[in-house]
């Protein structure tokens, strides 16, 4: 708490001062990773997000055949749809390479290289005339080669009072068998952003 405490009043400082500024890394101030500089979601939030959903997948269902089968199964993954008034599209690509990077690494899984599926993806694009439509994910996660592909929707519900604001996150991440279209593994992961007096 005393961190924080001085770190904050650092910051403080810096803004009501308006000259002095100085940038820093996060290793030369300490907790300063630890503070929301807004209520867009930041590092801290992606692994929160990132941590609720992965272990909700490495625990499931689906991720125990996909152990016990004779070869790991080759899985594609999707963008995030962004249902939110929040410009958070980097974020939540961030999101999703990191779950990425786990599941490769965790050899479950084979994944289809992003270069490869980006380059389908923008051509469906241009063929579409618009932007990624999630409803085709199975279309092209077949042309792809893929056996199952992830996806998920974050929503916002945003409020504001006396100056004061929250927004509640809530990312929901599942796996589509592409095959049948059904959904083999679901998940709500949420957290709060607030700016309070």
């Known amino acids: 708490m005393r961190r924080a405490t001085v770190v904050l009043l650092v910051l403080i400082g810096t803004f009501l001062t308006g000259c002095g500024a100085n940038y820093v890394r996060g ?3 300490e ?3 630890d503070l929301a500089m807004s209520t867009g979601l930041d590092k801290k939030d992606l692994e929160k997000l990132f941590d609720q959903n ?3 997948l490495m625990t499931s269902a689906v991720v125990a055949k996909w152990k016990e089968a004779e070869n790991p199964p080759l899985v594609s993954i999707f963008p995030i749809a962004n249902e939110t008034s929040e410009h958070i599209r980097d974020s939540l690509d961030a999101l999703l390479s990191k779950m990425e990077t786990k599941l490769v690494n965790s050899g479950v ?3 289809i290289d992003h270069d490869q599926q980006d380059a389908l993806i923008a051509e469906i694009r241009k063929q ?4 990624f439509d999630q409803s085709k994910s ?3 996660g077949r042309q792809l080669g893929a056996k199952f592909f992830i996806t998920g929707k974050v929503h916002s519900s945003s409020e504001k009072v006396d100056g004061e604001k929250r927004v509640q996150y809530f990312l929901f991440m599942k796996v589509v068998d592409i095959e049948t279209g059904a959904i083999r593994w679901q998940n709500e992961a ?4 607030g700016l309070v007096k």
């Open 27 to 29: 290793d030369e101030v």
């Open 31 to 33: 907790g300063l990773d």
């Open 54 to 56: 992965i272990d909700a």
């Open 109 to 111: 899984v084979l994944m």
């Open 128 to 131: 579409q005339g618009g932007e």
């Open 138 to 140: 199975a279309e092209i």
């Open 190 to 193: 949420n957290l709060t952003k």
